[in-house]
T-cell receptor, first 111, second 106 residues
Framework: NAGVTQTPKFQVLKTGQSMTLQCAQD?????MSWYRQDPGMGLRLIHY???????DQGEVPNGYNVSRSTTEDFPLRLLSAAPSQTSVYFC??????????FGSGTRLTVV | AQRVTQPEKLLSVFKGAPVELKCNYS??????LFWYVQYSRQRLQLLLR??SRESIKGFTADLNKGETSFHLKKPFAQEEDSAMYYC????????FGRGTSLIVHP
């Protein structure tokens, strides 16, 4: 098992550009979530999904879109990048009633 | 809905001292609670689940329904325990606490 795979590991964007952060898991987990981690702010939930075809907003959803067309994949789209979206992004997956397995993160810089 | 609160941003102790990282929760049903650890520049890892009542790396956590707490404890801290620690409810409600940075001084 590869676990939770996030790509890319590093990315630099210009303000206004769009991009998709990829997240894939091969553990057949129902739950998947996206977080951003900023210094002093902990881990903030962006969007989450409890199964294929079902997504919901978290604490900081503005400027981000997600979709869950398959159990395995949960991409995060930045619609029009802003410097405030400079952060480390983590994807995580979990089966029901167990804890999350996290990806290794994507470090995004918006200039 | 379940929510967790970690009241301390930073906890600083010396090697060999006891450690207690606080987590308080509010819930509308039976709580499911977890502790995660993140070492410097690494991904988060699951440390403990409340239902398993296990000890991992010397850490334990007991669910106290009277105080609505799930504090993480270790009797003798080690330098390698320095990390960020997050308390979190069930993955069905995936909002984490803000985290506590534990620094263990030699």
């Amino acid at each position: 098992n590869a676990g939770v795979t996030q790509t890319p590991k590093f990315q630099v964007l210009k303000t206004g550009q769009s991009m998709t952060l990829q997240c894939a898991q091969d553990m057949n987990h129902e739950y998947m979530s996206w977080y951003r981690q900023d210094p002093g702010m902990g881990l903030r939930l962006i969007h989450y999904s409890v199964g294929a075809g079902i997504t919901d907003q978290g604490e900081v959803p503005n400027g981000y879109n997600v979709s869950r067309s398959t159990t395995e994949d949960f991409p995060l789209r930045l619609l029009s990048a802003a410097p405030s979206q400079t952060s480390v992004y983590f994807c995580a997956s979990s089966p029901v009633n167990y804890g999350y397995t996290f990806g290794s993160g994507t470090r995004l810089t918006v200039v | 809905a379940q929510r967790v609160t970690q009241p301390e941003k930073l906890l600083s102790v010396f090697k060999g001292a006891p450690v207690e990282l606080k987590c308080n929760y509010s819930y509308s049903g039976s709580p499911e609670l977890f502790w995660y650890v993140q070492y410097s520049r690494q991904r988060l890892q699951l440390l403990l689940r409340h239902i398993s009542r296990e000890s991992i790396k010397g850490f334990t956590a007991d669910l106290n329904k009277g105080e609505t707490s799930f504090h993480l404890k270790k009797p003798f801290a080690q330098e390698e325990d320095s990390a960020m620690y997050y308390c979190a409810p069930s993955p069905a409600i995936p909002t984490f606490g803000r985290g506590t940075s534990l620094i263990v001084h030699p």
